[in-house]
C-alpha cells in the first residue's frame, strides 16, 4: 500500500505521487533500489533536488521500499522472477541478470514486466480489501 509524494519535477512544490499502482513506478524502483536505498548499498551523499529535505526524502523512499517488499510476498511471483529482482536490486543491469539466469535480455526484460504486473495487481487488492470494499477504490481485473 506505498504511496508518497515527492516533487519529482526538481522545483518547489510541485509534487508528484508514488504509489505502488503505478508500474512505471514499480519498475523504477526495483531497477534503481541500489541508487536509493541505503541497504542496497546507497551512497547516503545522493544529491537530490527536492523540496524538503534529503532526509525526509530517505525516510519516504524507506517506507515506500517497505511496502513494496511486503507486496511482493503476496504477488505470487515465480522463484524465477523473484531472483531476477533480487539480482536488480543488487545492482546488476538487466544485461547482467540475462547472462547469470541463462536469458536473453529481451526475456528477462519480458519475466521483470509480467513480475511487475504481478506486484500492481496485489497491490491494487490490499488496497480494495483495506478500503473496506467501499467503492473509493476500484479493483483491478
Do not use: P
Not at 31 to 45: C, E, H, I, Q, S
Not at 117 to 126: C, E, H, R, T, Y
Amino acid at each position: 500500500m506505498g504511496s508518497l509524494s515527492i516533487d519529482i519535477h526538481k522545483k518547489e512544490r510541485e509534487f508528484d505521487n508514488l504509489t505502488l499502482s503505478d508500474k512505471e513506478v514499480v519498475k523504477y524502483l526495483i531497477l534503481f533500489r541500489n541508487k536509493v536505498d541505503v541497504g542496497y548499498g546507497a551512497n547516503t551523499n545522493i544529491n537530490i533536488y527536492q523540496a524538503g529535505d534529503t532526509f525526509d526524502f530517505n525516510q519516504q523512499i524507506i517506507v515506500l521500499y517497505a511496502s513494496l517488499d511486503k507486496t511482493i510476498e503476496k504477488a505470487s511471483l515465480t522463484e524465477k522472477q523473484k531472483r531476477i529482482i533480487n539480482y536488480l536490486y543488487e545492482g546488476n543491469t538487466v544485461e547482467d541478470v540475462s547472462r547469470i539466469v541463462g536469458l536473453t535480455r529481451d526475456a528477462v526484460y519480458k519475466m521483470l514486466d509480467r513480475a511487475i504486473l504481478k506486484i500492481v495487481s496485489a497491490n491494487n487488492d490490499i488496497w480494495y480489501y483495506t478500503a473496506g470494499h467501499n467503492g473509493n477504490i476500484i479493483k483491478s481485473t
